[in-house]
């Protein structure tokens, strides 16, 4: 009987539990609401300064899901006072959770504004914001360690954009013990022009003295405007600089007028020792700007990944199938394994041959 009995038992069991669910569930759902309204009502108390109220609060959600969040506001109220204890126990306790990151930069930055070198180095993390890192050199200098701080400065210099206020004041110091270079100078111009910071191309001239400061005044020059490139009179200095010149102004013509930059191209080729990087960035360059208003390369033409890779996207603007399919196959490695060009190939198959078995197995493996 014994088994009989058991099993009864069991199957009052089971009724008991879905009758008693519903109820369950909402008492559940009826915690959780408090809890958030609780938690919301705890920040309100954090940000009027009533202390006591948000103690309790918080005591009360210490098993709440948002309960560490709770304590991340708390010391962000008082960051300035916080003490470097507070700040790496939190980190500890809490080194899942993105605040942890959060709040431990934004101390280092106040270190930084006020100047307390030596705690903000025995407490610095690497990281790839600029700021800190400043900071960070700052506090090398600030602390004796000189010759290290310099020789980290031009990793930060020679950037194509602005960099924080903050590094201002080691740039500076750097800059006056004659550390920067005119080749230094000359490579974050490149830089910027290629990223069209313009302001920033604007703000490096100062630099530049004698000849060099007229090629980087026509290195700004081309990059606004690019027709004065086909003058090739004024470019046909042979030097590094003078090519970098030509070079860039030739890429950018290309995209607006290929011929005038095919041209161009033809007499500074002809007497200037261009390497092959700059050969195929500029023939590449050309190619694309010839695509781009529907004239492609000889299928048998060489083309580099990323230059095949422009010319696909013309084809693709032109609805151009059988040129989009041939140049997408002429991206190399992974890159023509991306979903997006696997897409407008089989697109491109299926647009420029009829029945494509290629196209549907491609489009099938998409899908």
């Known amino acids: 009987m014994y088994p009989r009995v058991l099993y009864f038992g069991r199957k009052h069991l089971i009724w008991a539990l879905l009758l008693l669910a519903p109820g369950i569930a909402n008492a559940a759902a009826g915690s959780v609401y408090e809890q958030r309204v609780l938690y919301k009502s705890a920040l309100d108390a954090l940000t009027a300064g009533q202390t006591r109220r948000f103690r309790e609060a918080q005591q009360e959600l210490s098993d709440y899901v948002l309960a560490p969040y709770l304590a991340y506001h708390e010391l962000q109220s008082r960051l300035s006072s916080a003490s470097a204890d507070e700040i790496r126990n939190f980190r500890t306790f809490h080194a899942d959770l993105p605040a942890a990151r959060i709040i431990h930069y934004r101390w280092l930055r106040r270190l930084g504004s006020r100047r307390e070198w030596r705690t903000l180095l025995d407490n610095y993390s690497d990281t790839t914001d600029a700021e800190l890192k400043c900071f960070r050199l700052r506090a090398l200098y600030g602390t004796g360690e000189r010759e290290q701080a310099f020789a980290e400065v031009p990793e930060l210099w020679m950037v194509a954009k602005s960099q924080p206020k903050a590094c201002d004041p080691l740039f500076d110091v750097w800059i006056s013990n004659g550390r920067l270079t005119e080749r230094m100078v000359w490579t974050r111009l490149k830089l910027a022009l290629d990223a069209n910071g313009r302001a920033l191309a604007r703000y490096l001239q100062r630099f530049f003295k004698g000849s060099t400061a007229q090629l980087a005044t026509a290195y700004y020059n081309v990059h606004v405007t690019p027709a004065n490139i086909t003058r090739t009179s004024r470019y046909r200095?042979?030097?590094?600089?003078?090519?970098?010149?030509?070079?860039?102004?030739?890429?950018?013509?290309?995209?607006?007028?290929?011929?005038?930059?095919?041209?161009?191209?033809?007499?500074?080729?002809?007497g200037d020792a261009f390497n092959e990087e700059d050969i195929e960035a500029i023939d590449s360059a050309i190619a694309i700007g010839y695509a781009r208003d529907g004239r492609f390369p000889d299928p048998a033409t060489e083309i580099p990944t990323a230059a095949a890779a422009e010319i696909a996207l013309a084809a693709i603007s032109l609805e151009d199938w059988a040129q989009a399919a041939h140049w997408i196959d002429q991206i190399g490695g992974e890159q023509r394994l991306e979903r997006r060009w696997q897409y407008w190939l089989a697109r491109s198959l299926a647009g420029s041959v009829l029945h494509s078995d290629r196209a549907q197995l491609t489009f099938a493996s998409l899908a």
């Not at 070079?247 to 930059?261: E, F, S, T, Y």
């Open 237 to 270: 200095t042979d030097s590094a600089y003078a090519r970098d010149v030509v070079r860039h102004g030739l890429i950018r013509l290309a995209r607006r007028d290929p011929a005038a930059a095919v041209k161009a191209w033809r007499t500074y080729r002809s």
